[in-house]
């Protein structure tokens, strides 16, 4: 930790305020268990993903800052959500920690009312309607800056905002929307601002800017500018004014170290405990393991490389459990390669594809367990209401006999260990299907991100399970910023030339796992369906479970992607001192419930 200019122990921690005593009923035995004592405050290490640092400390965050670290270990321990996401762990709307209560619809659904728990500013100013109203007029005014946005989604639904009192509001949307779906990707994203922002210079004293275009837009520069300084973060006093359990107390921004203390204003029920939080940055898993290691971490993780070291851990009183995300697993097609797209376009051959993919054996061999298969887009861990019994139950279950079986009948001549060839071409339904040439062979190639051995090891098995049928696949592993690049989304040409590509799936920011986002009409393969889209569509506008299910196991029917093992958040390895941890799914940490013991 020298680098960093701190140093992690626990002769750090103050007085114990008090001791735990077990006392029995009248007449019975007093139990003599050792004393249990809660500290007082203390300084909690908490490890940041190797190589992910915060970079961006403005709610209204751009694409390229759009991060889980950003967005769930460091804005929201300042400035909260009107609604958060996450009731300890599981990924639901938590009524304790929002700033609101439970919105009320009138119009016939197009109105929404809401209401503003009593909650203030740590500069003593209450927070209000009029905080709401500045964030989305910011937000109107900047939505292409916003990573978040998505065309005809908020900001674009909104036909007006009206402040009925001082903590009460009013939005009316453009049509109907699903309530959950309303409430969970929508109302969810916005996050009060204080009017102490609202400037256009760091001389100009606040004032109403923001209720004009063209001064939104001036606030909105201001703050950018002032957010991408990041060696001011812990000095500015507009970064200070905060509503959250915990304010900027230090950062270094050539390490992306970050510490915060209580905000002793904070108006939440559930207050914070510890009185120093420090956000650790690294290099790479080895350094972190390194450090978590030698004791120098209260909460960290296990890289999948050194899983085998969960004896050592648990062995000294820590405790090693998997951090389960709200995510989906895939390999994305090519459906705008010229050269592939015919083969891409037959359901039956993405369904021999998904054959040879063995989840359930990978999840135990190449993640330890630590980890979950996928067959559609609702992730099956952690357990929710929008998983259908379809999905769950596996369309395709491993069986190389069975892609066998679906290549012969659809007009190719099998060939194990080789190279399946195109026997019967033609359109009908025993032939190969509408432009594949007689005698093409089932090769592709296989792109996916490199430095994880789970996931070599799982393209390496997948490519041995493929040969059965006479899949020949071509591996290629890439860094994952190289991937991503290659794989951007494009139009059909003579640029787009890759196969197939895998780089973690996709990750959700809301309970809702809808595919507004995700297998939207611009989704990266380029997969093109008008009844997904509609089906899309309904998740967001209907109300009920129903549209969910539709949407899900068409998707887990039709597979626009090859679905792929998901692993674990990560494997968090937690000190046995550190009490009151919940992994929140959707990646957001609440320090405010953590405490010591010694």
Request: proline share 9%; glycine share 10%.
């Amino acid at each position: 930790m020298s680098t960093l200019g701190v140093r992690i122990s626990w002769r750090r921690l103050v007085a114990a305020a008090g001791t735990a005593v077990l006392v029995a009923g009248c007449g019975a035995t007093v139990s003599h268990r050792p004393a249990v004592r809660i500290v007082k405050g203390g300084t909690v290490a908490f490890a940041l993903p190797a190589g992910a640092t915060p970079n961006y400390i403005f709610p209204i965050t751009p694409g390229a800052q759009f991060s889980t670290v950003n967005l769930g270990y460091f804005q929201p321990l300042m400035f909260r959500p009107l609604y958060w996401l996450g009731k300890k762990n599981a990924p639901v709307v938590s009524p304790t920690l929002s700033l609101a209560d439970a919105p009320v619809y009138s119009n016939g659904g197009r109105t929404v009312t809401i209401t503003l728990k009593p909650y203030r500013w740590s500069n003593g100013t209450p927070v209000t309607s009029r905080d709401v109203q500045f964030f989305m007029n910011l937000l109107t005014a900047n939505k292409a800056n916003w990573g978040g946005y998505v065309q005809g989604e908020m900001p674009d639904s909104i036909v007006s905002f009206t402040i009925d009192s001082a903590r009460t509001f009013s939005i009316t949307f453009n049509k109907v929307f699903s309530p959950n779906w309303l409430l969970d990707n929508q109302l969810s994203s916005i996050v009060p601002l204080p009017l102490a922002w609202d400037k256009t210079s760091a001389s100009t004293p606040p004032g109403n800017f923001d209720l004009t275009t063209k001064g939104a837009a001036a606030v909105y520069k201001f703050l950018n500018a002032q957010s991408s300084t990041l060696a001011t973060y812990a000095t500015n006093p507009l970064w200070q004014v905060v509503d959250g359990p915990f304010r900027l107390a230090g950062f270094d921004p050539s390490t992306g170290y970050a510490s915060f203390v209580p905000n002793r204003q904070y108006s939440g029920s559930v207050k914070p405990h510890i009185a120093k939080l420090e956000e650790v940055p690294f290099i790479g898993n080895a350094a972190e393991f390194n450090q978590l290691r030698s004791g120098q971490l209260d909460y960290g993780y296990l890289p999948t490389t050194d899983v085998t070291q969960r004896t050592y851990f648990a062995s000294r009183g820590y405790s090693v459990r998997p951090w389960p995300g709200w995510s989906i697993n895939y390999l994305v097609l090519n459906y705008t390669n010229r050269q592939e797209r015919a083969f891409f376009d037959q359901l039956y051959l993405r369904q021999v594809m998904q054959l040879t993919v063995n989840q359930p054996q990978w999840v135990a061999d190449t993640l330890k367990g630590y980890g979950s298969p996928d067959y559609g887009p609702v992730p099956l861990q952690p357990k929710s209401p929008f998983l259908s019994t379809y999905e769950a139950g596996n369309p395709y279950p491993y069986s190389p006999s069975r892609a066998a079986a679906l290549l012969r009948q659809h007009g190719w001549t099998v060939k194990p260990n080789g190279a399946s060839v195109c026997s019967r071409p033609g359109t009908g339904p025993s032939e190969c299907g509408a432009g594949i040439r007689g005698g093409a062979p089932l090769v592709f190639n296989v792109l996916y991100q490199s430095g994880g051995n789970a996931v070599t090891q799982q393209m390496e098995a997948w490519k041995s399970n493929a040969t059965q049928v006479g899949l020949e696949l071509n591996l290629s592993e890439r860094p994952f910023n190289t991937v991503i690049t290659i794989a951007n989304p494009c139009t059909t040409g003579p640029t787009c030339t890759w196969d197939i590509a895998g780089w973690g799936g996709w990750g959700f920011g809301t309970p809702d796992p809808t595919g507004d986002q995700a297998f939207s009409p611009l989704n990266t393969g380029g997969y093109q369906d008008p009844t997904m889209n509609r089906l899309i569509a309904a998740t967001t506008t209907a109300g009920g479970q129903q549209p969910m299910f539709t949407y899900e196991n068409y998707l887990a029917k039709n597979l626009p992607v090859l679905w792929w093992p998901n692993p674990s958040t990560q494997i968090s390895v937690i000190s046995s001192k550190l009490h009151g941890v919940y992994q929140n799914p959707l990646g957001l940490i609440t320090p405010e419930y953590w405490y010591l013991t010694r």
